[in-house]
């Protein structure tokens, strides 16, 4: 899934955008769910904390959840770009509701709730469900994808104007999706990316006025 990403980034980045792509040495092989979450923060937030230092620029957490992503804009001053937040907020751009297609069951509630977060509740018009692992969404996967595009349409029946992948393994399907249903399908992963480089072309990151300053207790 890593070198999967990093594909997709790099041919969508800009062309003076430098890229690393990282994994976490430690943790859950893939984040199902909040327990999944919490046992990749460790090694995610000592990746964001050491990011400034490393010369870059702003951070992608390139995760459908968002895993620490308040937490990790505690830690540095540079921009920490959440890919759901990215793509919901993108989506609400683009159309008066939008659908999120996600991996699994219990995720559903999940994206209901940090749609109502963002304050976007009422334009999430469906989430359908592929069914499957996060671990196998990475690849092109014939039958998978006729599901995937399935979904997308009974999502579309819903209301949806706009679809989102719900999962950064489901980043490649964008484009096809995209044609063959006719509307905007977000790859959640080039979408964090560009609102990443933006907020770096206007000098913008994340206020430190109240809810993101830096914690006492971090060197």
Known sequence: MTQAIAREL?????????????????????????YDESRALPGLLELVQKAPEQGFDAVVIACFSDPGLDAARELVNIPVVGIQEASMYLAAMLGSSFGILTTLERRV?????YAAALGLGDKLAATPVLDIPVSETVGSLSRM????????????N????????GCAGLGDWAPELQERLGVPVINPNTAGLKIAELLVDLKLAHSKVRTFQRPRHVV
């Open 10 to 34: 790099l041919a969508a980045k800009r062309p003076y955008t430098e890229i690393e792509v990282v994994n976490l040495e430690q943790g859950p092989e893939a984040i199902e769910s909040a």
């Open 158 to 165: 819903q209301g949806a104007e706009v679809l989102i992948l």
């Open 109 to 113: 509630p999940v994206r209901k709730r």
């Open 145 to 156: 994808k006729e599901i995937a595009l399935a979904r997308a349409r009974e999502a579309l």
